[in-house]
């Protein structure tokens, strides 16, 4: 999946927004997203087990890396992150707005999104699924599974929005 993201989109004019408790990262898809997405479309399907308790998660790039843990909390999901590089070097920022915390069908949703869109540019293009992993982004695409518990999901408009967190750090 990273190979076909890499050269489908230009590396200089297609980008998405990771927002992190209202800080703007920017992510271009040509390079960041295809090396965040063989690891971080397993780990998203992981997350939907009913067994999940944690996992880690290495992005990098030569624009962006980070280190995610990602631990359920009931019906949530805490990201705990170690931010390494970005751009607009929000580094420290970052990290001095915490952890995040969302439903897990939220965080979900906001990732599906982007994906719906990559696997759609792949499918338009003609382009086989080649690898394992890479199936996992078609299923990935349809929704979560209802919570358990009656939480409540923030909504809204996120075009080009990959996850956003309007709450309060933690």
């Excluded at 280190?67 to 001095?96: C, F, H, K, P």
């Excluded at 979560?144 to 956003?164: C, D, K, L, S, Y």
Aim: a negative charge; charged letters at 25%.
């Amino acid at each position: 999946m990273a190979v076909a993201v890499g050269e489908m989109y230009s590396f200089a004019v297609e980008d998405a927004i990771l927002v992190w408790s209202l800080v703007p990262v920017r992510l271009s898809y040509g390079y960041d997203l295809a090396a965040l997405l063989d690891d971080l479309v397993p780990l998203l399907e992981e997350t939907r087990r009913a067994g999940f308790s944690d996992a880690e998660v290495f992005c990098g790039s030569a624009t962006f890396s980070a280190e995610w843990r990602i631990v359920r909390e009931g019906d949530s999901l805490r990201v705990v992150a170690r931010w390494y590089s970005t751009l607009g070097n929000y580094e420290s920022l970052l990290a001095e707005r915490g952890d995040v915390v969302a439903p897990v069908r939220e965080l979900i949703g906001e990732w599906a999104k982007e994906l719906r869109r990559i696997v759609t540019d792949i499918q338009s293009r003609g382009w086989a699924w080649r690898t394992t992993t890479s199936s996992v982004a078609p299923r990935l695409c349809s929704p979560p599974p209802e919570p358990t518990t009656g939480h409540h999901t923030r909504g809204g408009p996120a075009a080009h929005r990959i996850f956003r967190s309007d709450a309060a750090p933690t």
